[in-house]
């Protein structure tokens, strides 16, 4: 039995163990005494670890891990301790240990199959994640990951199927249901329908669980300046923060105050620079979300624009209880979200056209310009181009995961249509020899030799940048478009070479290469994209010529033409705002 908060403290003192050895933060003396039994130290170790301090957890787990005898549990707590520091190769090493005494304890199965796959043992993996559910079959967030593994190793039918039977099951918190929306977008080329069900199905259970409530009555009147708020867990140098800085730098702070709401658990100098300038910034990581919702009422927010729809880390089920009159989504996810709560979604005439089969429960605000737009950071290298000798170079500085089957299929297409071509794949993953056996095994089944292909794994953000010197034409991932990788590429002077599909993330990449000016890299099917390939591997001086172009013809381009953007958007935040005040009778 694990120690009460107001249980006796097992260090003997006589106080209660939530005011002694549970809050203290320290260790005392009594707590390495002989006299606590292992269980008792167990018990330390173990509520140490869930306040939050992984160094007295692990220095009261020490002499546990040292005795002859180690039982499972202090080898499961050890995993958790090392998985919390994201060592991941030690906490495999300890849940190895773990299962090894208790093969048939689900819980200790689950942990193993998790953290072979953070460490890149995805087949691995799948094997623990299926052990773990043959003990105990209502294991539902093992389908999730066990997905995620099988989406990892290419198996894409067997991830949808995985993905599928978990969201329908009605088990899994709204989190999760939303991770698997995310995931969804790998595969789904034309299932408008079901994508679309799918997410109404999600906006219901959060509506549900999350009813409108207000929490104190405002009055909407008419200002001077209409009050934004922005929510975000990305205010940091990730992806949204390099597409809203621009439209944060250009807003009309005559006409618009910005209120930041910030739930960014990992900040940098952007984080910093972002909450400096804004009218006011608010953090929000620590809130719940009913008092989350009674800040926004309380400042007044005139309109909320959320930044992440359902991808990671997002306050959801706090827009859900509409503490603001009107609330928008945009910049990160790339579709509905299927929230009533939410009023529009900002999308563009390109990524959005009048005849898409896309569905939306949110009302459309059209950009004419891209619904992205760019700023390249400052340490940006120049371009460097290689010259027109040897094999051309391809090239995709994509997430693994997002090289599906059918992109596998569709660039060995294009590598054997251009046969003295090669392939370099760079992401953080790509530094895992099992990641670098899979994908070999599935390019060699498509016919390319192992020898066409590098791999190189994560670096610095300059360094990367640098990198595409190394390459001639980076490849697009479909269906799910690179964003910020794509302007990276365009920006250093690579185009990229791109299919076009039917929804907004399919669409992306094409999007940005026509607002740049390059729909000639624009393929209507996978065999015009291996023609379009092997063109410009015939034509390197004019290839190079255009890379010398590229940056100029981007920088003066739309994509990155904030201001233009931001006035765009703000005409269209004036016009709802006033659409609103009429019909309440507020003007």
């Not at 998790?114 to 052990?131: D, H, I, N, Y």
Request: charged share 25%; with cysteine; net charge negative.
């Amino acid at each position: 039995m694990s120690t009460g908060r107001n249980d006796p403290c097992p260090c003997g003192s006589g106080k209660k163990y939530k005011r002694c050895c549970q809050g203290s933060g320290e260790f005392t003396e009594s707590e390495k005494s002989p006299q606590l039994t292992p269980r008792q130290q167990l018990d330390i170790a173990n509520s140490a670890f869930s306040l939050g301090d992984i160094s007295r957890a692990r220095q009261a787990l020490e002499p546990l891990i040292n005795r002859s005898r180690v039982s499972a549990g202090v080898w499961a707590l050890a995993c958790r301790i090392e998985m919390g520091e994201k060592n991941f190769v030690k906490a495999r090493d300890c849940i190895a240990r773990a299962v090894e005494l208790e093969p048939e304890n689900y819980s200790y199965l689950y942990n193993y199959a998790t953290v072979l796959a953070l460490s890149g043992e995805q087949e691995k993996a799948v094997l623990m994640f299926e052990r773990a559910l043959a003990v105990k079959p209502d294991l539902w967030v093992a389908y999730h990951n066990l997905a995620h593994a099988l989406r990892d190793l290419g198996r894409s039918s067997e991830a949808v199927e995985c993905y599928l039977r978990v969201f329908h099951s009605g088990e899994l918190n709204i989190g999760t249901m939303s991770q698997i929306l995310l995931s969804m977008h790998l595969f789904c080329m034309d299932e408008h329908e079901k994508l679309f069900a799918m997410h109404c199905k999600l906006g219901e259970e959060i509506a549900a669980q999350n009813p409108r409530v207000d929490p104190a009555p405002r009055v909407i009147r008419k200002r001077e300046k209409i009050r934004l708020g922005y929510l975000s867990p990305r205010f940091s140098r990730e992806i949204v923060g390099y597409f809203f800085k621009p439209l944060f730098d250009n807003h009309n702070r005559d006409n618009f105050e910005i209120y930041l709401y910030c739930a960014t658990p990992r900040k940098d100098e952007l984080t910093e620079y972002l909450s400096a300038k804004a009218d006011k910034w608010i953090d929000i990581g620590k809130m719940s979300d009913s008092a989350l919702c009674q800040q926004v009422v309380d400042d007044e927010i005139d309109i909320l624009l959320d930044l992440a729809g359902h991808a990671p880390e997002n306050r959801m089920t706090a827009i859900a209880r509409k503490p603001a009159p009107l609330q928008i989504s945009m910049l990160d996810y790339f579709d509905t979200t299927g929230v009533a709560a939410l009023d529009y979604y900002v999308t563009d005439h390109f990524s959005t056209p009048d005849d898409t089969p896309q569905q939306f429960t949110e009302r459309l605000i059209y950009l004419n310009q891209p619904r992205l737009v760019y700023e390249a950071p400052d340490y940006a290298p120049p371009v460097a181009i290689r010259e027109p000798s040897g094999g051309l170079i391809f090239g995709s500085f994509n997430r693994h995961h997002k090289i599906v089957p059918q992109v596998v299929q569709t660039w060995s297409a294009l590598l054997r249509a251009v046969p003295d071509s090669r392939l370099l794949l760079k992401s953080a993953r790509f530094s895992s020899a099992d990641v670098q056996k899979n994908f070999l095994e599935r390019f060699a089944e498509c016919g390319i030799d192992k020898a066409r292909i590098e791999f190189r794994g994560s670096s610095s953000h300059a360094e990367m940048l640098a990198e595409y010197g190394d390459i001639d034409i980076a490849l697009d991932t479909f269906p799910y478009n690179g964003g910020l990788t794509t302007c990276e590429a365009l920006w250093m002077g690579t185009p990229v070479l791109t299919l076009l599909g039917n929804r907004i993330i399919s669409r992306q990449t094409a999007g940005m290469l026509h607002a740049v000016g390059l729909p000639q890299f624009v393929a209507g099917s996978e065999t015009q994209f291996a023609e379009i390939g092997k063109y410009w591997s015939e034509h390197r001086e004019q290839l190079n010529s255009l890379r010398g172009e590229l940056r100029p013809m981007m920088a003066t381009s739309s994509l990155t033409d904030a201001p233009a953007y931001t006035r765009d958007l703000e005409v269209h935040l004036q016009r709802i705002w006033n659409e609103y005040l009429v019909a309440h009778g507020s003007s």
